[in-house]
């Protein structure tokens, strides 16, 4: 009997991963599988126990997100991971959820609502979350939205669930088997310049805030980039977040 084509391509996608030895390049082969369920956009990202924003436990752990600019940044800007309803629906189970059984449950509030009014606007219109809890406490979540409002069906979130723990799985791998861990060496005042752009200030307003010109501010908002292996200021942020230089 020949196999789906989608499960063939579930198949390959978890043959190519073997040979796969940068956590960017298995996330690059994550998101060419999910263009299969036309998503466009991924985001994959750890949570110390407890804790509501995105903030892993450990120094080692990843964060990767090809969300729209856009909304990353607004996302920053109002604190939305705070009132985020997909991280408060992961906490309470280990199966995969549409955004939209979160948006119509009764316990979400209007607050928690507006995130996802919001989030469809830049184009991640429906979407569904993978929540990973693991050993210790440790717990990761991955999402996967989509720009059309057509609900995703069981086998997707089937597949998708797969290819999400299995990616999982390989990052932790990379995690546990790498060399004395990365340390990020970032100055006061970059840390400063960092901070601040987590909370939405531009290059101005920051230089407003710290005494120093725009220009100094960008010098080393463009060093952070460096270190951090990033070519975007917001990834900059969340990264910086998500590796506890910064606080949320």
């Known amino acids: 009997m020949e196999l789906p084509r989608i499960a063939v391509e579930l198949c390959r996608f978890l043959d190519k991963t073997d040979d796969i030895a940068q956590s960017e390049q298995l996330f690059d082969l994550l998101c060419a599988f999910a263009l299969n369920f036309d998503c466009p956009w991924i985001a994959y990202g750890p949570l110390a126990p407890n804790q509501k924003d995105l903030k892993p436990p450990r120094q080692d752990s990843a964060v990767m997100l090809n969300y729209p600019d856009e909304w990353q940044e607004r996302y920053l800007k109002m604190g939305y991971d705070r009132i985020d309803p997909i991280i ?133 908002l463009k060093n952070v980039m460096r270190k951090l292996g990033t070519t975007s200021r917001t990834v900059a942020a969340i990264k910086a977040l998500s590796l506890g230089i910064i606080e949320a």
């Not at 509030?109 to 929540?131: I, K, M, Q, Y």
């Not at 057509?150 to 990052?171: G, K, N």
């Not at 005042?189 to 805030?209: D, H, L, M, P, Y």
């Open 88 to 220: 408060k629906k992961s906490r309470q189970g280990v199966a995969a959820f549409r955004w939209s059984e979160v948006y119509t449950d009764a316990s979400t509030t209007e607050n928690e609502r507006r995130v996802l009014d919001e989030a469809a606007t830049f184009g991640l219109r429906s979407g569904v979350t993978v929540p990973l809890h693991g050993p210790a406490g440790s717990f990761t979540i991955m999402s996967f939205a989509q720009p059309s409002d057509r609900e995703f069906q069981e086998r997707t979130i089937t597949y998708l669930e797969i290819a999400a723990l299995h990616f999982h799985l390989r990052i932790a791998k990379f995690v546990n088997s790498s060399a004395p861990k990365q340390v990020y060496n970032l100055s006061l005042r970059e840390k400063e310049c960092i901070f601040w752009t987590s909370r939405g200030k531009s290059s101005w307003e920051i230089g407003i805030i710290l005494g120093i010109t725009g220009n100094t501010v960008n010098f080393h």
